[in-house]
């Protein structure tokens, strides 16, 4: 409506504009050519406003409005019906399509922790239905996927029983391993793809296991020119610190007291705070002294890195 009030102001303006003034029963027109090139330009205008206005599509937005209004009403509907086979699954508690109903229904009203329950009642009736392990999976992922950890897992590997040689169900448990950023079990699902006889195409998965196996052992050679490790030794504990950029923690920390600080060494994999975290392929080596011999809020910062990448890196001279 609003494009033809436009175009309707458009035309007035430029009738206005070509009426000859003190004349106010005759218009008259200048030239007739540009009347001509201003009507094709009023032409395409008009035509480029329809066109975005939304007239044409007016039959696909009617069907799109009934389609929603089809969709709310369902779930209306769902609602009114979610109390009624409660009740009838209070009277029969062993009707598996009924918990798997109430569960599915759940979802559409996004009742998620609810859902979860009558899966599980579902599943404890009868586990015999992959695609019913994948909606709980997924229903289970989508609450809290690291604390509902045991129960995916658990689940996962019933999925795996009922076709060991199903690429698509692995890809799913790495998916989730690697979204809540679990090494140790990206690594076990990769291993057992490796050995899974049933499965056939798995370079891919060799590549990527190697390539995690690399990536838990590092060692970088730390070597201290002469001038700085006369102002290290000034005190009692030098902490050498290696931290992922941009993280407030460290990956890995050396300690030497003063008098056994050694001008070449090593920090490597024995030095990771947590164990079986993988190797950041960023960080920078941060020096700090101390007269205590266990980290505290007196400590002095001496030195700070550029970027190392341990992946390149085998030495690191600090001049």
Sequence with gaps: MIYLIIIIIITLYFFLFFKNIGENSEISFRNNKLIMVILFFLLIISGYFINNSGIINQKEYSSILNQHYEIRKNISTIKKNIPILLVKLQDEPDYYKGWVMLAKSYIITDQLMESSIAYERALSLKATDPVILEEFISVLIKIDPKSNKEKILKYFNELVLFNKGDLNIYNMMLNYSIDINDAELTKS???????????????????????????????????????????????????????????????????????????????????????????????????????????????????????????????????
């Excluded at 007291?257 to 993988?278: G, Q």
């Excluded at 007269?291 to 341990?310: A, E, F, G, R």
């Design 189 to 319: 699902i990769l291993s057992d793809i490796v050995s899974n006889p049933e499965i056939k195409d798995k370079d891919q998965y060799q590549s990527a296991l190697n390539q995690m196996d690399k990536s838990d052992i590092f060692d970088l050679r730390v070597n201290i020119t002469q001038e700085n490790y006369s102002s290290l030794i000034k005190y009692n504990y030098i902490f050498f610190i290696l931290k992922e950029d941009g993280s407030k923690f460290p990956f890995a920390v050396v300690k030497f007291s003063n008098n056994a600080l050694p001008k070449i060494f090593s920090i490597n994999s024995s030095n990771k705070m947590i164990s079986d975290s993988m190797i950041p392929k960023s960080v920078r080596l941060y020096i700090k002294g101390s007269n205590q011999p266990s980290v505290n809020n007196n400590m002095y910062d001496i030195y700070k890195s550029d970027i190392i990448d341990l992946s390149q890196s085998e030495e690191y001279i600090i001049n």
